[in-house]
């Protein structure tokens, strides 16, 4: 089995940091893409910020220039450094990865739990 489990949200003032990571473990062989979603109260999942397996990353218009994607192969890590935050980024944010799995050797989508991010003074 694959897992995605993401950390560090949690409670910030308007034009704080956070950094969000996901990591992937379990029955990994590989991954390609890795990206970054949300979703905030009465509003549709959406994407924000995706990366390849070689580091090419793009953003969405609303993160751009205050959001950073990064990832580590090595450890099967996906960052999101959060930058400038706002009251509207606050939302669960997940973390998407097209994973390998070794036993099925299906390449397919993987998704975390989330984690909360709440922008408030």
């Known amino acids: 089995q694959v897992q995605l489990v993401e950390s560090g949200g949690g409670l910030v003032q308007p034009g704080g940091s956070l950094r969000l990571s996901c990591v992937a473990s379990?029955?990994?062989?590989?991954?390609?893409?890795m990206a970054w979603y949300r979703q905030a109260p009465g509003k549709q999942r959406e994407f924000i910020a995706g990366i390849t397996h070689s580091g090419d990353a793009d953003y969405e218009d609303p993160v751009k220039g205050r959001f950073t994607i990064s990832r580590n192969n090595a450890k099967n890590t996906v960052y999101l450094q959060m930058n400038q935050l706002k009251p509207e980024d606050s939302a669960v944010y997940y973390c998407?990865?097209?994973?390998?799995?070794?036993?099925?050797?299906?390449?397919?989508?993987?998704w975390g739990q989330g984690t909360q991010v709440s922008v408030s003074s």
């Open positions: 998407k990865a097209k994973i390998v799995d070794s036993w099925s050797n299906e390449l397919r989508d993987y």
């Open positions: 379990g029955s990994v062989l590989g991954i390609t893409s």
